[in-house]
Nanobody, 121 residues
Framework: QLQLVESGGGLVQPGGSHTLSCTAP????????IGWFRQVPEKEREGISC????????YYNASVKGRFTISRDPVLNIVYLQMNNLQPEDTGIYYCAADQRPGCPVAMDHWGKGTTVTVAS
């Protein structure tokens, strides 16, 4: 059973940068579409970014485009979410998710437990 583990959450000052990591011990993440999602209280979970090696495809939510970057380290089998110029509205629980279907499905098959990012001064 694929288990995703997010790490890197924490407190960041507005305008700062932070990087989240997603790993899956024992599974090759290159075989999966990987997405990062964000959950804010009283709002629906939204897709932030998505990467598919097979389809050579990356997606960014308009709210983070130009500030966030998804990347992979195939050797370490880690997927990163580099977040720059963070703003208070970026605060939330960030989830890593994986799926083997094409594109970036919203309802991915596998989910991590999430890591919390708080942007505040």
């Amino acid at each position: 059973q694929l288990q995703l583990v997010e790490s890197g959450g924490g407190l960041v000052q507005p305008g700062g940068s932070h990087t989240l990591s997603c790993t899956a011990p024992g599974f090759n993440l290159r075989l999966y579409v990987i997405g990062w999602f964000r959950q804010v209280p009283e709002k629906e979970r939204e897709g932030i970014s998505c990467s598919s090696i097979k389809d050579d495809f990356e997606y960014y939510n308009a709210s983070v485009k130009g500030r966030f970057t998804i990347s992979r380290d195939p050797v370490l089998n880690i997927v990163y979410l580099q977040m720059n110029n963070l703003q208070p509205e970026d605060t939330g629980i960030y989830y890593c998710a994986a799926d083997q279907r094409p594109g970036c499905p919203v309802a991915m098959d596998h989910w991590g437990k999430g890591t919390t990012v708080t942007v505040a001064s």
